[in-house]
């Protein structure tokens, strides 16, 4: 079945956008979107910074079919997402910084005025097996619930939205926190509190 032209070309910038952020390595990540009881997903292999056409996988909600079996990989931890919440849209990425944070945090908090105001706090969740196991699937939907973009520790964050614009902005400015909070450390001075109520952040 052919793809929507301009569901591809949505794919084609999203895909592209989350390469050149530095988002994601030459073949890792992956996104989708949800069309009633059907989902568009990222071919198995397939290179988000190049995606083409025949890179987009349709296949159902509630169970396995033909598309199946060219999917992502994770297609397991999309469709659980997808049954836990309104999502319309998933954004999976391998940001490099977050990844760093993550092995050393149970929580990412953003110390810089859009970050904050954007995401509030990001938790970093623990799997024992990942890469689209059913224990990393029901992790990740579970913690989406309450958050709009989570974190696997050492792995990468999983964002929702109604959009794939949406939820790459939640990656983007996830990644962009990270960088900070590391330059902050780097420059290792005591930070000027700006932010009113800024002990709530790590509350929310």
């Known amino acids: 079945m052919a793809v929507d032209q301009r569901v591809y070309e949505m794919f084609r910038d999203i895909g592209r956008d989350m390469y050149v ?11 989708s979107v949800r069309f009633g009881d ?4 990222k071919r198995r292999g397939a290179m988000l910074g190049r995606l083409k056409p025949h890179d987009i996988i349709e296949t159902r909600l509630d169970k396995n079919d033909s598309g199946v079996a060219l999917a ?3 297609l397991i931890v999309h469709r659980a997402i997808y049954k836990a919440t309104p999502a319309l849209a998933v954004v999976h990425g391998h940001p490099r910084r977050s990844i760093a944070l993550s092995l050393a945090r149970d929580e990412i908090v ?6 904050s105001y954007l995401l509030k706090k990001v ?3 623990s799997v024992e097996f990942a890469s689209g196991t059913k224990q990393m699937a029901d992790t990740i939907a579970q913690a989406l619930v309450s958050y709009k973009i989570v974190f696997l520790r050492g792995h990468g964050s999983f964002a929702i939205g109604q959009t794939l614009d949406e939820a790459f902005q939640w990656t983007d400015a ?6 900070i909070i590391m ?3 780097e420059i290792g ?14 509350n929310w």
């Open 21 to 31: 952020h530095n988002l994601i390595s030459s073949h890792g990540g992956n996104i």
């Open 38 to 41: 059907r989902i568009l997903i």
């Open 123 to 125: 938790p970093v969740v």
């Open 189 to 202: 001075e005591e930070m000027i509190e700006y932010r009113k109520m800024s002990d709530s952040y790590t």
């Open 72 to 74: 992502s990989t994770e």
């Open 110 to 115: 953003p110390i810089d005025n859009e970050g």
């Open 174 to 179: 996830l990644e962009e926190a990270s960088e």
């Open 183 to 185: 330059y902050a450390r």
